[in-house]
């Protein structure tokens, strides 16, 4: 089973509101099949002793996995963009590692990969046969320009020299713009994307997508963030919720997701329903901006901490533009549409 994070997403969300059944998952059942669960993954994972399931934990992960039609799958995958780390810990405990698949369109997708002989959950995995991977210019952390070359890799742009030439190294390197590094295992680490980094009027670089994905983890009701700051004294950011999508067209409503609708009921004791009733919602906004408080505390400098945001009753989409086939963020095709919100933040000084 292969799919992009939001399918991801939306399988654990389909899973969690099924748990809640109490009668069909008895809530102490569940508990230890998935510690069991997780304890075998994790096993696998730092290449130990692997321990053995109960019966009950076994058929109780069948039964949870059943629910979704994943019953008779042996291995799973995700790709094209991370997945956060709550999400990938909610799979392991159901005996479900999720291995990220790292390539491009330019080398015909799949170019690092893991199996159930040879993973590592942390990482994207380790070169196909044949095929050689390099960092570009490392730095002192040894962290550099991921390069890929093999039989897989295109040939050229069609039509396109220039960008042809500007994509290959000398000797045949196909440069990906992703920042990484590769351990002692061979395995590659993605720590960034040489062209989302976010350069400030004081010269520091910032790399949004550490900082987006914590935030993630702190919020659970939004669904997207983006940050903004190029060539500006201060951070700031864009920020969507967890909508219910249109099944037809694929465009996202307005309508709040049923996960969001009972997550400002338990936690802000609000019976909100649509996005219009979320960003007028001083309760919301003083949620949300805490969340950015327990993220700040967390960011590599004073000066990629995010001090304004605008709360956007739309998600971002594929029909809206905002995001590509594959789910990645257009950050400047999303800031030139939103270019009047995002003027408006950083017209004014922003709070210390």
């Known amino acids: ?87 990938t810990d909610f799979f392991f405990s159901l005996d479900m590692p999720l291995y990220n698949l790292y390539g491009m369109s330019e080398n015909s997708g799949a170019f690092v990969i893991h199996n159930d002989n040879k993973f590592h959950l942390d990482s994207s995995g380790f070169p196909m046969p044949g095929l050689e991977l390099a960092i570009g210019e490392p730095d002192k952390n040894n962290e550099g320009e991921v390069w890929m070359r093999g039989r897989n890799v295109m040939m050229g742009y069609l039509n396109n020299e220039k960008a042809t030439i500007g994509t290959f190294t000398p000797d045949g390197f196909l440069k990906s713009g992703d920042k990484g590094r590769i351990d002692k295992d061979g395995f590659l680490k993605i720590t960034g994307r040489f062209k989302e980094i976010i350069i400030t009027a004081g010269g520091e670089n910032i790399a949004p997508v550490p900082t987006e994905d914590m935030f993630k983890l702190h919020c659970p009701p ?5 940050m903004l700051g190029e060539q500006q004294r201060f951070m700031a950011a864009l920020i969507t919720f967890k909508v219910d999508i249109d099944p037809k067209t694929g465009v996202p409503t307005k309508n709040l997701m049923q996960e969001a609708r009972v997550f400002f009921k338990k936690e802000l004791g609000l019976d909100l329903k649509t996005t219009d009733d979320a960003v007028a919602s001083p309760k919301v906004v003083a949620y949300v901006q805490k969340c950015l408080n327990e993220t700040n505390k967390k960011v590599v400098s004073r000066a990629a901490t995010i001090r304004k945001f605008t709360l956007l009753p739309v998600d971002f989409s594929i029909p809206g533009d ?29 709070k210390l």
């Open 1 to 87: 089973m292969f799919a992009v994070p939001r399918v991801w997403e939306k399988l654990e969300i389909a899973l969690r509101q099924a748990l809640t059944d109490e009668k069909e998952y008895p809530p102490h059942l569940v508990k230890q099949a998935m510690k069991e669960g997780t304890a075998l993954v994790m096993a696998k994972n730092n290449k130990t002793p692997l321990p053995t399931m109960s019966a009950e934990g076994k058929a109780m992960i069948e039964k949870i996995k059943a629910s979704v039609g994943l019953d008779q799958s042996e291995s799973f995958y995700f790709g094209a963009a991370p997945l956060k780390k709550s999400s």
């Open 222 to 226: 939004c669904s997207n963030i983006m």
């Open 322 to 350: 905002e995001l590509t086939p594959t789910l990645k963020l257009k950050r400047s095709v999303t800031t030139k549409k939103y270019q009047k919100e995002v003027d408006a933040m950083f017209a004014a000084q922003p």
